[in-house]
């Protein structure tokens, strides 16, 4: 354990082996490229390593699940050290469940350290998405790896519904029993993929043993993949950085990878493992022996998704009496059918959002440099209305736990919720763009004034002025330099003619562009020398 | 955005915006000059040797703390296991176990992190980029490449060959999507017939959910809710929990004045007591509470919410239909039994249910 540097001895073990690799695979030309890659530091850019790092942590805690879990509904007679349960009839699943709870030692640790990994593993990619969006980095040439991280959301949530399901308690059952319904409600093919997926009817003998090898095979596969390509992607591109002096969007300001940047990834990776393992020991999660074995007939109050399935089952609450109809001979369940529609109103906007926002703006260059959420305004309240309207949802799994903690009734909750699915998203891009011109106005009004200092000094023929502080070049560079754009003005093409797109675009631009704080330039900056 | 010439070194690539689009972006013609970066300022570990010193001894102090928490966490297996006579010796093992590895790995990280932080240099760099796409030789020759294969290949004159591979290919996949045609057995009875029957029948005994015993009409009182499954359910080798998804029924008994019974349905009830699938209609939780008082069944998973007085129509709640409801009578010792099966498909909606049924 020393500090000091040694070089590695030409002759020593290290240098042989690095010698002997290097003669079979070319690893230098590795090392040459990326031991000394720079990259920039701020926080907000290890919300990805937290995916990355509790994603490692739900593998290996999974992999330890593995050893002990059964994953077949055979119907077996619990006996393990759980007295409450003993000699109840279960399947095999929920049984080595109970084994891995009560008589593997450590066992109930990793089922814990997974579950609460697996959940903070989709928590972290959400807020490096909403990261990733209010800067901008998802401009070009980041557009493909924004949609690669929007399908490692998804395959996120896909993992967390299939791993919940695989105990086959009664809340992971009945959390089933609402995907099997939902199914069904799928207009022509819905029954049909309902029994194909369940091998039947519900619950039948199959469906633990299918979401099991999607769960611990061809899910994994696939987000392996895609996380390669995204991390690929990004040391392609290069990190983005923050504005400031001396960053340029044609250079890259930061720490080496090694030894800097390394070290700290490192260091946070052992982190964010012992933090998952400190909550793993501590909290309880998921405690199925409470639950008891799925059975079809009870329920208990107050069933709560886990927190990412909870946007979607919310949807589901929110959906007025009676919304179904029979036309020319089929069930139409608009219950089921308008809340996929309101979820997908969602997500594929999100998915294609740096192609629209490049359809707006027309900029093809490449961007590098992120912008500061409140420079650019319209895209910051398209980003918290978004937001507003997923939070309306997911409250809304949680109606009957609100109705229950807060003394009001049901309904009303219920109501209030519909009225602020549709209005609080309205409300939200409203204030947020408001705020945000706020913000760059006061941003100008320092870069052009400086910064109040406090001291009133009164003047030999008597008037009073507050004295302010000018900015030092550094700040106000970093508070001037942003990318601004202007409403697009449609001109006839070549023929003479305005196409309905370019209409369009064009309105869809000024609705973006029209309200917006221009960077101050050195003449006003020199004007209000003059005044102050 | 701004083109300056930090350091003189950086090749910038601002030359490539004059023929990149930039859309309606407007390029500040009168800004500021980027001040280059600001002068490094020196941590105390660099300036003052026995603050680093200091550091270092805390960081050594980390990496030795989390052996020691390793070699206890193996000691708490041994020393903290699970007593099968003792179930909360469990939580014992998982908490020591659990607080032995977090602090065994938590201390290796601070104490990377803080080597890196404190003892590292941390002198910014600066790199810089250049355009993602490849160079214009490069790019030239990959298009040469292409151009060199399709000419000798024939890719592209050769249409029909093309073509009839491409075709070839695309249909190979289809067997691939057939072979799960046998996710849910080709043999078996159609799905849709299976979601219209349940165990009910003419005769079949009501018993209580999970024991099985029948119920006389006279254990019923008013006000009371029975939680109910056919006899014979709980014996069943195979299939069980998927009759018992479809079969599971309610049974009530209200004040006959307050039942508002359609002409047709009045034989369903017996003096008072209704009998209703417990499935509900939206996507087919149990709909398991029942509020005495206001005779509303609630499902508790999504909240819609039934009025049993009134055929169990839908009063709130997403629920798109009310829940079918099972005719019932008394047998000769008075014993409660279904007088058919439902007469409408039981649970939530699927495309192929018709409204022509006799309700």
Redesign the interface.
Known sequence: ?T?TSSPVRETGLIAKTADYLDQRTSMSGLVKELGR??FPDHWSFMLGEVALYSFVAVLLSGTFLTFFFDPTMTHTTYEG???PLKGVGMSAAMASTLDI??????G??MR??HHWAALLFVASIGVHMLRVFFTGAFRK?RELNWVIGFVLFILAMAEGFTGYSLPDDLLSG?GL??I???V?????????I???????????L?IVGRLYSLHIMILPAILILFLALHLLLMI???HTQWPG????????????VL???G??A??????????I??I???FQINPVWNYGP??????????QPDWYIGFA?GM?????????T?WF???W????LVPIALIMLLLIPVAVWPFIENWI??????H??VDRPRNAPTRTAIGAAGTMYYGVMWAAAS??LIATHFHVA??HV?HVLQFLLIVSPFVAFFVTKRICLGLQKKDRSIALHGIESGRVVRLPHGEFVEVHVPLA??E??SI?????????VVRPDANGKISTVQRVRAAV?RWF?EDRI??I???ELERAKHHD | MAEDEHGGELRTATSSERTVSRGTALLPTDGFQNPGLPEHRPRVTDTDPRAAKRVERFIIFLFWLSFAATVFTVAAYFIWPIDREDITSVRANNMFLGLGIALSMMTIGIGAVMWSKYLMKDHEMVESRHKTEGSPATRARAVEVFQQANEESGFGRRTLLRNSLIGAVLALPIPGIVLFRDLYNGNNPAPVDLLHETMWDEGVRLVRDPIGTPIKASDVTIGSVFHVIPDGLIDLEHHMLEEKAKAVVLLMRLPEERLKEEEHRKSWSYNGIVAYSKVCTHVGCPVALYEQQTHHLLCPCHQSQFDVTEHCKVIFGPAGRPLPQLPITVDGEGYLVAQSDFLEPVGPSFWERKHDYNV
């Open positions: 354990m500090t890659k720079i050290s759980y007295i709870s009560f008589d593997v030692r450590g109930l640790l814990q350290v040439p009945n029993r609402i099997d319904g939902m069904k409600g799928i207009p022509l093919i819905g029954t049909w309902s029994f194909l997926l369940f091998g039947g009817e519900f619950p039948g199959d392609i591109n290069k002096p001396g960053r340029t969007n044609e250079n890259v300001v930061g720490n080496p030894p800097v940047f070290g700290k490192i260091g946070f990776f052992f982190m964010v493992f012992g933090f393992f400190l793993a020991s501590l799925y059975d079809p007939s009870p329920v208990s109050a107050g069933t089952d589901l609450r929110l959906i007025p009496p009676g919304w179904e029979y001979g089929f069930t369940s608009w219950a089921i703006t027309g900029d093809k260059r490449e590098h440099l109606s009957d049901l309904e219920i070049d550094e106000r560079w001037t330099s942003y990318n601004d754009y202007g409403p697009l631009s562009f221009e960077p330039t050195k003449t």
